[in-house]
């Protein structure tokens, strides 16, 4: 376990992208050394092996003394616990039927391996050293009680992804499976959720609305949306905002489910101002019930915690004292349930390796 751990120990990480791999390490929280980024060559598994090996080699060749592990995120489904990588991987299709990755590597290195998805990792890292700590810091400088524990972790980007801790503890599940990107979506729920929240999303959209047949990307759309090239403005923001509706849709089912902090990060992100009002909009929607009552599709309240003025609202509740029957004694009741989403602020790239670097101290 970490406590048992030196503080000075050292964990390699990766940051597995479909095009690159970036291979670092971290020590005390921090990256040390400079990192090394090397072609993933994904469609080919051969190839996409000879260079995690040598990417490996080449980090710890750096390092001031041996590393205690290698820990680092896979996008995409597999069998984390047992280091297998497989299944429905769209941007590792070399990996689909299975490899053996965690055992290839410590028999290289023989030191222990751990791999997990990178949304895991991600929300690991922000309630270790993100948005967790961040905003517990901010409610006892101003002095109230309240505290938070559960953390929801989002990643924007090439897909739709999700990590869960509680008190702490990384939720993996029985199988390594908790994902959001395969729930319904929102508005067409034949289709997965991914598809509305995502790099492809952003860019069909703006397409169907725009007519607009150039080859964009999400960054050319937002400037579209700020008027700094030629476009279709309207379309590129209705581009991002459909994405918060579609997004906020699932987020509202699992924080109705979870109760915790919600924290977004990821490279759309950058776009917030675009789709951060449709998604807190649709978290603050309301569902009814088959006899006619209206009720909040989530039962807590919502707030946009990098807003100062909600963020005080949030912090503040609504305490009030009540008497205990049959005595003079009174207790602090708050009646309003409040959870609140914020945008991760050291970035989910940090985030991932902080969240690979403490699992691995965890679990050594």
Known sequence: MRNNTPNNAIVVTLDAG?????????????VIGESITLP?????LDKCLTTLIEGFTKIISTLPEKPVAISFAFPGPADYRNG???GYLPNFPSFRDGVALGPMLEEKFGIPVFINNDADLFAYGEAAGGALP???????????????????????GTGFGFGFVMDGKLNLGDNSCVET???KHRDTPQFIVEDGVSIRAIKRVYRELSGDERALEPYDIYRIAEGEIEGNSEAAKESFATLGRVAGDAMATAATLMDGIVVIGGGLTGASKYFMPALLAEMRGEIETMS???LNRVQMKVYNLDNEAEFKEFAEGNSTKIKVYGSDRKVVYDPVKRIGVTLSEIGASRAVSLGAYLYALDNI
């Open 18 to 30: 479909g095009t690159n791999f970036v291979f670092g390490a971290m020590r005390n929280y921090e």
């Open 40 to 44: 993933s060559s994904a469609h080919d």
């Open 84 to 86: 297998i990588i497989g």
């Open 134 to 156: 961040r905003i517990n810091q901010k409610l006892e400088a101003m002095g109230v009680a309240k505290r938070c524990h559960n953390l929801l972790g989002y990643t924007f």
């Open 181 to 183: 990107f395969c729930l």
């Open 292 to 294: 006619g009552d209206k």
